[in-house]
């Protein structure tokens, strides 16, 4: 699986899990379907919900008249997959996880999600 398609099954799957019962596991099996689990995808998806609290907390103090919970389901996946490669994952360099980010949001959202979640993110690249 290639790194932009593991990115996209893994907002697929967190994308599900935002405000629903399903397990992990469950989420996982729908997105996947049969087709065999990758290891990038894989640290995606239980990174962003190991360190979610961490995450949150940190895209709360990066956005500007806006609170978490008010954003839009996508914007909020799209972020906190983002963040977590920002913040965790240091073999992705800053340039690319942006670039990755404002593709999903181009892919699930619109355009005003692509350029509200660029805005964000960069925040995240000047610290």
């Not at 709360?60 to 996946?77: D, G």
Request: glycine fraction near 4%; proline fraction near 2%; aromatic fraction near 8%.
């Amino acid at each position: 699986m290639k790194r932009h398609d593991a990115r996209e099954k893994a907002v697929q799957v967190l994308f599900q899990l935002d405000n629903t019962d399903l397990t992990l596991q469950e989420a996982i099996g729908h997105i996947l379907n049969e087709e065999e689990s990758d290891t990038f995808f894989e640290q995606l998806v239980h990174g962003v919900t190991e360190h979610l609290q961490e995450i949150d907390e940190a895209l709360e103090k990066n956005l500007e008249n806006w609170s978490l919970n008010r954003l839009p389901k996508i914007e909020r996946t799209v972020l906190r997959l983002a963040v977590f490669e920002l913040l965790y994952m240091e073999d992705a360099p800053s340039r690319v996880v942006l670039n990755e980010a404002i593709e999903l949001c181009k892919t699930f959202g619109d355009e005003k999600s692509s350029k509200f979640v660029n805005g964000v993110l960069s925040k995240f690249t000047q610290q």
